[in-house]
């Protein structure tokens, strides 16, 4: 019982936070927990739960991922491009997909080839992520019909019995996905193992090389989704968006329980933590707080769930 409610802990702080949150704003702010409220906030928490759903993955493997707001950008500007050049809006998101898992998997190969540390790795690569969104955009915004995938990020749905958008229940599939690919196969105990002790993986039989190229994957791959949704909601192709985006991604896998040393991360916990996040900054937004405090206070947060972090390891 007591091993059971250690594994959850880390899942239930944000929730629990999260929980305070709403009831202590909602009491000064009502419209703060009104069902449109709820819903928007719901909605703007899959732009930064799917990203964290892949950097679970690879904060939990040892790694680090910077370049996934960049990542973002470039897959957004990219299916905008598409549909513009005629594409329907399946292809477009499956362009966006394939195109932010490039990008994971070249930097895994960066990784694990040049033996150079992932912050180095992503760093160079948000800045050519970045720099081929321009490129691509011509410095400028793209702008294209997102057709049916805006119907996926529209925060009070069409149909009623939906309750929350089409996008938010994609969410929830992956994040189920995801718990299943971590927890019951192969791959996803290796990363575990490798973010435990590379070593000792390496002399069990774990192919470390592979596993972090496919785990740095995986997290493109949600970059690109994300990109893509992020094409649905603006109806056009920003360079310069998603600026930041890493930073609330850190701080949601850090805060649902993830150990940046590696081995140990909940996925549960890092939608939590995103939601934690979103509902932070759209509390402070009805309080009327500066855009800067506001960073301020994503930056303390990140502190102070690392600094637990290492309070709970010790």
Request: aromatic share 8%; hydrophobic share 55%; charged share 10%.
């Amino acid at each position: 019982m007591r091993r059971s409610w250690r594994r959850w802990m880390p899942a239930l702080l944000p929730l629990f936070a999260l929980a305070m949150l709403l009831v202590f704003v909602g009491i000064a702010r009502p419209s703060f927990v009104s069902a449109l409220s709820l819903q928007t906030m719901a909605m703007q928490s899959v732009f930064v739960a799917l990203p964290a759903l892949g950097m679970t993955f690879v904060v939990i493997a040892g790694g680090i991922d910077i370049s996934i707001g960049s990542v973002v950008a470039f897959t957004a500007v990219a299916s905008a491009w598409c549909v513009r050049e005629g594409a329907s809006p399946a292809v477009a998101a499956m362009a966006a997909a394939a195109f932010g898992a490039c990008f994971g998997i070249g930097n895994g190969l960066l990784v694990t080839r040049l033996s150079v540390a992932p912050f180095l790795v992503t760093l160079g690569t948000m800045g050519v992520a970045r720099g081929l969104a321009k490129r691509v955009a011509d410095d400028q915004k793209i702008d294209a019909d997102p057709g049916f995938l805006a119907e996926l990020v529209r925060a009070r749905p069409s149909s009623p019995w939906l309750v929350v958008g089409p996008a938010v229940w994609g969410t929830a599939i992956a994040l189920a996905l995801a718990a299943f690919l971590l927890r019951r196969t192969t791959f996803g105990l290796g990363a575990i193992s490798i973010g435990s002790n590379a070593a000792n993986a390496r002399l069990c039989g774990v192919p470390v090389a592979s596993t972090m190229v496919l785990v740095y994957g995986l997290c493109g791959l949600c970059a690109g989704m994300t990109g893509a949704l992020q094409f649905a909601e603006l109806g056009c192709g920003i360079p310069t968006a998603a600026t930041g985006l890493e930073v609330q991604v850190v701080a949601a896998v850090v805060v649902g329980g993830a150990s940046l040393s590696g081995g140990e991360g909940s996925l549960l916990g890092a939608v939590f933590g995103a939601m934690l996040i979103v509902a932070l900054k759209s509390a402070c937004t009805q309080l009327g707080v500066a855009d800067h405090w506001q960073d301020v206070l994503v930056g303390a947060v990140i502190v102070g769930a690392v600094a637990l972090d290492r309070w709970r390891t010790r």
